[in-house]
């Protein structure tokens, strides 16, 4: 029975519709492949991973690691890892953590789960590419939590309308709050090293994907929902650098004629180019994953 179908319950709220599609067994993320649906930075060659992997290794540098490990966080089907096994990484110290199970495929770690609960402490780099977007938010309205419906539900909680104030400079608004805070568990789960986020950086509302349509936000259990992140909170409660991905990959050099088209539209602005990396170093040593 679908969330809300209960007149006692009345319609859900959208973080409630998000928690079902991505934190739910039988919900959207754990049953279904992204792919399907919309495209990512990783779906356009093989250039995130090139970059990540620079990163991983710079840190690896400065911090004096040997043996970093690369934890992919929402790793989805297990794209990314796939193309970092391609690049050489090794398998044994590549982890994804998914609400989905393993790719019976892929020789890397797995731990099935809802992250940040399930993360273990790291060395090396901590990946989020579009993660935080899947992370439930309310929307709200002159202080009242909106339900899927459009109506107003209960009022907004204290830290969530303080929240608002801050960054949205009222009381309406998609609310962050959450994402701040399972950002901040990411990067607390970096003993040494390195966490990105990637994601979207504007902090809109609900939106939904279905077999390569974005479509007005919806309860369908058979598309995706997110929604945009304020990476400017994240940033708040971690520090760190936030670049825009189009200048972050701005010096890449093209050697082929289907790279240079790739670049293209990861650095677009009005696209892929216009998503933010929040980049924060990691804390004190610690045993690895």
Known sequence: MPIGSRADM????????????????????????????????????????????????????????????????????GRLL?????????????LGIDVRSAPGDLPVNWIQGVAPQCVPRLRGLLVAHEFLDDVPADLVEAGRVLTVDGAPGPPASAADLQWLAEWKGGDSGLVGRHRDAAWAA????????????????DGAGPVGHRTGRRLPASPDPHSDISAGVELRSCRAVTGGRLIPQRRLLADLAPRTVQERSELAVLRDPDGLGGFGWLITDGGSVGSPA
């Not at 934190?23 to 090139?50: K, N």
């Not at 970096?190 to 979207?200: K, L, N, T």
């Open 10 to 77: 009345g319609p859900p709220t959208w973080a409630q519709v998000m928690a079902r599609a991505h934190h739910h067994p039988a919900g959207f993320s754990a049953l279904d492949r992204a792919e399907r649906h919309f495209t990512t930075s990783i779906d356009v060659g093989d250039h995130i991973a090139r970059m990540l992997l620079r990163r991983c290794r710079a840190a690896a540098d400065r911090h004096g690691m040997a043996e970093p490990w690369i934890v992919d966080v929402g790793a989805g089907s």
């Open 82 to 94: 796939r193309q970092l096994l391609h690049l050489g990484f090794p398998g044994q110290r590549l």
């Open 186 to 201: 990411l990067v607390g789960r970096v003993e040494v090293g390195e966490a990105v986020a990637v994601d979207f950086w």
